[in-house]
């Protein structure tokens, strides 16, 4: 990978996280109701998710291009905890403000936000030696981890922050969605699609530690994959049926919300189908693979421009119609992360 281009892969995670900040910001200056402040939360928060994912492209392409030193080894992951944090606390203190509707809806999704963007950063302090899996790729299943790979404690340390996040989540949702109320209903269907992309990620976190340390089986070569399809397909089809099932208003939100969430986890699976796919063999389709989170991406964004046209006939979109704006920005944020995944693992292989 030549400089010019690591550049753009790692501008490319700050331009969206910029974007979401700024359209976030631009959406509260528009008015004080309940869905400008929703809409307008939802995108500032998401900022954090974009800047986790700049951490885990800079954490791999320093590697790749030889400018990696013990400095940001620690800063990259460290600055990425810091932000899925404020993001997290950015929740907790909306929540906390006044507590009604909007608030518990916007406070508690920042929350899960957060979680996701703890996620993510677990996927850049696993990959701060990710260079070691071409290296355990050449070496035989018993020949054990290589010299430097993370310790099995670490590495059982490395996977369990995504699953606890994931599980907070779940909890998180169980109550909202028994307090019975519409902001329970909104926000609880929101969290649970969030908790599943904890668990997506925990697939990835999973397939990228096992590697490094020599302990990837073949039978982990679709296993964890099919994790991340799982949940991307519970999400969208738990959407579908949260649209279908009533004809309140403020359905619309949380069900087409929990289909962008499942576009996210299909953007995710890109990373973790093309790990498993180069895994100790050659795949000639390998550079096709980023291609899923642009497809993703543009249909987060296409939706979005239908949704803003329907807005006029039903105020019930503006939410969504604004925050897969924000979803579409994460997903090709994932874009750069795979094209970052298929030039290391490609150039590593040839």
């Known amino acids: 990978m030549n400089l010019e281009i690591s550049v753009l892969f790692r501008a490319i995670p700050l331009i969206?996280?910029?974007?979401?900040?700024?359209?976030?910001?631009?959406?509260l200056s528009g008015a004080t109701d309940s869905n400008h402040f929703?809409?307008?939360?939802?995108?500032?928060?998401l900022t954090a998710i974009c800047y986790a994912l700049f951490t885990t492209a800079a954490t791999i392409i320093r590697q790749l291009i030889h400018r990696y030193s013990e400095f940001w080894r620690l800063a990259l992951p460290a600055s990425g905890y810091i932000a899925s944090l404020v993001a997290v606390a950015y929740g907790i203190a909306?929540?906390?403000?006044?507590?009604?509707?909007e608030h518990i809806v916007a406070g508690h999704i920042a929350i899960g936000v957060g979680l996701v963007a703890i996620c993510v950063s677990t996927v850049a302090t696993a990959s701060t030696v990710f260079t070691l899996i071409p290296v355990s790729a050449g070496r035989k299943p018993e020949?054990?981890?290589?010299?430097?790979?993370?310790?099995?404690h670490v590495a059982l340390q490395l996977i369990a922050i995504p699953v606890i996040c994931a599980i907070v989540g779940f909890v998180l949702t169980y109550w909202l969605l028994m307090r019975g109320d519409q902001p329970g209903y909104v926000a609880g269907h929101v969290m649970f699609g969030l908790s599943a992309i904890c668990l997506s990620l925990t697939a990835l976190v999973a397939t990228i530690v096992r590697q490094i340390r020599n302990e990837f089986t073949e039978g982990e070569r679709m296993?964890?994959?099919?994790?991340?399809?799982?949940?991307?397909?519970?999400?969208?089809?738990?959407?579908?049926?949260?649209?279908?099932?009533?004809?309140?208003?403020?359905r619309l939100a949380p069900g087409i919300v929990l289909i962008g969430l499942g576009l996210i986890c299909y953007s995710i699976l890109s990373k973790a189908l093309l790990l498993a796919l180069v895994w100790r063999r050659s795949f000639p389709l390998a550079n096709r693979i980023p291609l899923l989170p642009i497809l993703t991406a543009l249909t987060c964004l296409f939706a979005a421009a239908f949704l803003f046209e329907a807005t006029d006939a039903n105020a019930g979109y503006f939410v969504p119609s604004r925050v897969m704006v924000g979803l579409g920005a994460v997903c090709f944020t994932l874009?750069?992360?795979?094209?970052?995944?298929?030039?290391g693992t490609s150039s590593s292989s040839g």
Do not use: R
């Open 16 to 27: 969206m996280g910029a974007i979401c900040l700024a359209f976030g910001l631009y959406i």
């Open 38 to 45: 929703i809409a307008g939360h939802v995108n500032i928060a």
């Open 94 to 101: 909306l929540t906390a403000s006044i507590g009604s509707g």
């Open 143 to 152: 020949d054990g981890p290589p010299e430097g790979a993370h310790t099995k």
């Open 223 to 250: 296993m964890w994959s099919w994790i991340v399809v799982v949940m991307g397909s519970v999400n969208i089809l738990l959407g579908i049926y949260v649209l279908i099932s009533n004809d309140h208003d403020y």
């Open 335 to 343: 874009f750069s992360i795979v094209s970052i995944l298929e030039a």
